[in-house]
């Protein structure tokens, strides 16, 4: 059986015969998917009467939407609630507060019968392809589960369709009959992709679809699933821890960081020019395969300590414990996602590569400054002189009797100065 994803033909899968779909669908660049506050938080009970006694903040308040024939990649540390995410999404899980719409219409609360007909929809891939089958069942009867659990019969019978499912993805039709445990770790991944395609979905949302992976079939299962898109139009949501993995794989990145997104942007301009020193500091931890850049290692940001605990998450910005910016404000005030550049959200007040949002609030943190010690000086001084040509042309571009709101080079300065000083 091959694992070779390149070398086969992908086919459009056969309309099933009662496809009814939700909505009557959305053009290429459309919003198909947009949410609005969302929220998860996992009560947390103690005692005989199982009262709360707190909850676990896994997604706290995000917004984004997700637009037709896209890949959104969704990064952040273990923890941050990556997987409660797409489990919202894709209404495995129902949320706490907050909006899901899904080709403009909401379908935050709906029940059993009202998610029907959405099943077919949105699919998802989970990350484990061992614990994800069913050791029991054939992959004959796992690809054509969703036939049967949507009552949907395919023109030629749902063998025949399987048969054809398991072709798309690249394995033998004839092992039909076979069970999980007879197949490879990507193979199973291509038996869990062929039955989310199943339904001919609009959405899939994948999580971590191949971090469990040995890291020479990655790139075959990343393959397929570009392949896949290319030839369905398909719209993927793709989770993953990888840096590289997400920068091959998507058009736009969302970074999250303990259940909020500290930065969503486009591919290209999120690795040229990150703007949230989180995304920096995850930027940085991705080896550079380029040898005329001989001091990528020593650009490396090391974060202190762990992420902070979601049950009581710190005040004002999150980040603000570990970050080597922070200032009174970043503890006291959160930030708010917002658009600085074109197609460049972020939620921060000292933001990188732009001009600073709080420039009044220029003393360090103590937490700061133990952090910067973890920085090194080249990031440091990369970062000053940024801001200082930022805020240049601030000056610049500014009126000449708005005298007292745009940050001068002396504050940028005076920041740069504070972080050496103190290091
Ligand atoms: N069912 C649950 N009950 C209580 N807490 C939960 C539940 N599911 C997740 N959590 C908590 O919510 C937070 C976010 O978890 P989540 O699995 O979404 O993170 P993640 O970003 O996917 O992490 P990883 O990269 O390790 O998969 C974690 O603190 C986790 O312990
Ligand atoms: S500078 Fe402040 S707001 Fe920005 S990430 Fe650091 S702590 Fe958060
Ligand atoms: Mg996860």
């Known amino acids: 059986m091959s694992e070779n994803a390149e070398d086969k033909a992908v086919d459009i899968p056969a309309q099933t015969e009662d496809a009814t779909t939700l909505t009557k669908g959305v053009a290429p660049g459309e919003t198909l998917l947009k949410v609005t506050g969302l929220q998860k938080h996992f009560p947390i009970k103690k005692g005989l009467l199982q009262r709360q006694v707190g909850a676990v903040r896994a997604v706290d308040g995000i917004d984004f939407e997700v637009r037709s024939g896209e890949t959104l990649g969704v990064v952040g540390e273990s923890g941050c609630g990556k997987s409660t995410m797409g489990r919202l999404i894709t209404r495995l899980l129902e949320p706490t507060a907050g909006k899901v719409e899904f080709e403009g219409k909401d379908i935050t609360h709906l029940g059993v019968g009202g998610m029907r007909p959405l099943r077919r929809d949105v699919q998802m891939i989970f990350q484990d392809p061992y614990s994800s089958l069913n050791p029991r069942h054939t992959i004959g009867t796992i690809v054509g589960a969703p036939f049967k659990l949507q009552g949907v019969q395919p023109e030629g019978g749902i063998k025949k369709e399987v048969q054809r499912l398991l072709s798309v993805v690249g394995l033998n039709p004839e092992h039909y009959n076979r069970y999980p445990h007879e197949f490879s770790g990507g193979q199973r991944q291509r038996?869990?992709?062929?039955?989310?395609?199943?339904?001919?979905?609009?959405?899939?949302?994948?999580?971590?679809?191949?971090?469990?992976?040995?890291?020479?079939?990655?790139?075959?299962?990343?393959?397929?699933?570009?392949?896949?898109?290319?030839?369905?139009?398909?719209?993927?949501?793709?989770?993953?821890?990888?840096?590289?993995?997400?920068?091959?794989?998507?058009?736009?990145?969302?970074?999250?960081?303990?259940?909020?997104?500290?930065?969503?942007?486009?591919?290209?301009?999120?690795?040229?020019?990150?703007?949230?020193?989180?995304?920096?500091?995850?930027?940085?931890?991705?080896?550079?395969?380029?040898?005329?850049?001989?001091?990528?290692?020593?650009?490396?940001?090391?974060?202190?300590?762990?992420?902070?605990?979601?049950?009581?998450?710190?005040?004002?910005?999150?980040?603000?414990?570990?970050?080597?910016?922070?200032?009174?404000?970043?503890?006291?005030?959160?930030?708010?996602?917002?658009?600085?550049?074109?197609?460049?959200?972020?939620?921060?007040?000292?933001?990188?590569?732009?001009?600073?949002?709080?420039?009044?609030?220029?003393?360090?943190?103590?937490?700061?400054?133990?952090?910067?010690?973890?920085?090194?000086?080249?990031?440091?001084?990369?970062?000053?002189?940024?801001?200082?040509?930022?805020?240049?042309?601030?000056?610049?571009?500014?009126?000449?009797?708005?005298?007292?709101?745009?940050?001068?080079?002396?504050?940028?300065?005076?920041?740069?100065?504070?972080?050496?000083?103190?290091?």
């Open 191 to 423: 038996i869990g992709i062929a039955r989310a395609l199943a339904l001919n979905p609009k959405l899939v949302v994948a999580d971590e679809p191949v971090s469990a992976l040995d890291v020479s079939i990655q790139a075959q299962v990343v393959n397929l699933l570009d392949d896949l898109q290319q030839e369905l139009g398909l719209t993927y949501v793709i989770i993953a821890h990888d840096l590289s993995v997400v920068r091959h794989v998507s058009d736009r990145i969302a970074v999250m960081y303990l259940g909020k997104i500290v930065e969503l942007a486009d591919r290209d301009a999120l690795y040229r020019a990150p703007m949230h020193p989180y995304t920096k500091a995850l930027m940085s931890a991705v080896p550079i395969p380029d040898p005329r850049r001989k001091s990528a290692k020593s650009e490396r940001i090391l974060l202190q300590g762990d992420v902070p605990s979601p049950i009581s998450p710190p005040s004002g910005c999150r980040f603000h414990t570990r970050c080597w910016k922070a200032t009174e404000i970043c503890r006291t005030t959160e930030p708010k996602l917002v658009e600085l550049k074109p197609g460049q959200q972020v939620a921060c007040h000292h933001p990188e590569n732009f001009e600073d949002q709080a420039p009044q609030d220029t003393v360090l943190l103590t937490a700061a400054k133990e952090a910067a010690e973890l920085v090194a000086d080249e990031v440091l001084a990369e970062s000053a002189q940024t801001s200082a040509a930022v805020a240049q042309e601030v000056a610049a571009e500014a009126p000449a009797e708005d005298d007292g709101e745009a940050p001068s080079e002396e504050t940028s300065e005076e920041t740069s100065q504070e972080i050496s000083k103190d290091k």
